[in-house]
T-cell receptor, first 112, second 112 residues
Framework: DSGVTQTPKHLITATGQRVTLRCSPR?????VYWYQQSLDQGLQFLIQ???????AKGNILERFSAQQFPDLHSELNLSSLELGDSALYFC???????????FGEGSRLTVL | AQTVTQSQPEMSVQEAETVTLSCTYD???????LFWYKQPPSRQMILVIRQEAYKQQNATENRFSVNFQKAAKSFSLKISDSQLGDAAMYFCALEYGNKLVFGAGTILRVKS
């Protein structure tokens, strides 16, 4: 158990819909990262927050947005969903902006 | 651009034997970290070993060790006394400037 909690574990929805994935980092960790793992593109870095502020941005689509709240939990919002958004979305946390990452178990999104 | 290349899509090893997984990377940064992560069928991402680029000594964690060749930008993982529980997807990763970039992964199969 890494200490990082992601909900929901599984989510099935339809194209065009919007979903929110939630992540609670390990106690004391200030950094939260979001990654997308799909079959054809491996693990892609989406975005990182540190203590509530966006720190780094990767290949995150404009249809996707994220934020980190004062209690340090983070949410990843995916809108206008397409079939290609089906993937495993990982959240990870670390104490420092460039520290060792601890991953949650992921949220598996299926878009039908 | 920072890239990580794992040239072996799949490897097999006999139980109790040794296997080496290859990883090369490209970065213009002078300060960075390298990691090996393991992803078993449960899909949980588990940190195996970490190497700071400024350290010349190769990192070791029990049966896992790395061969870090900074000039060649090579970071291979050696697993000694392979066990059935080592069967997983292994990802090499490069961390720089708050971003963690992953290679495509190597599937390791362990034969009994």
């Amino acid at each position: 158990d890494s200490g990082v909690t992601q909900t929901p574990k599984h989510l099935i929805t339809a194209t065009g819909q919007r979903v929110t994935l939630r992540c609670s980092p390990r106690s004391g960790d200030l950094s939260v990262y979001w990654y997308q793992q799909s079959l054809d593109q491996g693990l892609q870095f989406l975005i990182q927050y540190y203590n509530g502020e966006e720190r780094a941005k990767g290949n995150i689509l404009e249809r996707f947005s994220a934020q980190q709240f004062p209690d340090l939990h983070s949410e990843l919002n995916l809108s206008s969903l397409e079939l290609g958004d089906s993937a495993l979305y990982f959240c990870a946390s670390s104490v420092e902006p460039a520290g060792e990452l601890f991953f949650g178990e992921g949220s598996r999104l299926t878009v039908l | 651009a920072q890239t990580v290349t794992q040239s072996q899509p799949e490897m097999s090893v006999q139980e109790a034997e040794t296997v080496t997984l290859s990883c090369t990377y490209d970065t213009s940064e002078s300060d960075y970290y390298l990691f090996w992560y393991k992803q078993p069928p449960s899909r949980q991402m588990i940190l195996v070993i970490r190497q700071e680029a400024y350290k010349q000594q190769n990192a070791t964690e029990n049966r896992f060790s790395v061969n870090f060749q900074k000039a060649a930008k090579s970071f291979s993982l050696k697993i000694s006394d392979s066990q059935l529980g080592d069967a997983a997807m292994y990802f090499c990763a490069l961390e720089y400037g708050n971003k963690l970039v992953f290679g495509a992964g190597t599937i390791l199969r362990v034969k009994s």
